[in-house]
């Protein structure tokens, strides 16, 4: 198995700002994706955060909204960049080897 | 795309069975995922089908039919401790490069009652 922390666990942000999570896997995985989940609702795919190389972000999702780095097998961030009240949500990272591992999720609520 | 299909809710009394259902559409299917997700925490892994028929795990077993695009989480001797939400994921290739997508259903949340 696969052990996924994230930081923050939890923020509260004013509009405008923006926020980096930052994702760490305790043993190297093939492939790192980031989700999304609003309250209430199952998981939306962002995008999948490749090593050395820009992320595939899902229709809906853009590289200026929320950029992706994974500089090597078991790190990744996203950035969830000039936010709006519409950004507040769980945002979730995965890692997938052999199956698909879920990280806790960071609470985010926006102002 | 992909269009995956579940019960929003559902309920059932402790100590009974339930089957929890999950209907797909998709191109490139490459296995089906269950993952149970209780209130405020991350979804944990259930079960993985990738070929047809039953797979059987302790209390849970998942059935998968290729043909039919279909799918059943079956929870038996419920618990309490059951009440959450069931999530049905599809995994699927992309058509260029072979990645490995994986889309999420919306969830049947389950409550268990006395």
């Known amino acids: 198995s696969a052990v996924i922390s994230q930081k923050p666990s939890r923020d509260i942000c004013q509009r405008g700002t923006s926020l980096t999570i930052q994702c760490q896997v305790d043993?190297?995985?093939?492939?790192m994706f980031w989700y999304r989940q609003q309250p209430g609702q199952s998981l939306t795919l962002i995008a999948t955060?490749?090593?050395?190389?820009?992320?595939?972000?899902e229709s809906g999702f853009v590289i200026d909204k929320f950029p992706i780095s994974r500089p090597n097998l078991t790190f990744s961030t996203l950035t969830v960049s000039n936010m709006s009240p519409e950004d507040s949500s769980i945002y979730l990272c995965?890692?997938?080897?052999?199956?698909?591992?879920f990280g806790p999720g960071t609470r985010l609520l926006v102002l | 795309g992909q269009n995956i299909d579940q019960p929003t809710e559902m309920t059932a009394t402790e100590g009974a069975i339930v089957q929890i259902n999950c209907t797909y559409q998709t191109s490139g299917f490459n296995g089906l995922f269950w993952y149970q997700q209780h209130a405020g925490e991350a979804p944990t892994f259930l079960s993985y089908n990738v070929l047809d028929g039953l797979e059987e795990k302790g209390r849970f077993s998942s059935f998968l039919s290729r043909s039919k695009g279909y799918s059943y989480l079956l929870l038996k001797e419920l618990q309490m401790k059951d009440s959450a939400s069931y999530l049905c994921a599809v995994r699927d290739r992309r058509n260029s490069g072979g990645y490995q997508k994986v889309t999420f259903g919306t969830g049947t949340k389950l409550q268990v009652i006395p």
């Open positions: 955060a490749n090593q050395g190389s820009e992320a595939t972000y």
């Open positions: 043993s190297q995985v093939t492939m």
């Open positions: 995965s890692g997938w080897r052999e199956t698909q591992y």
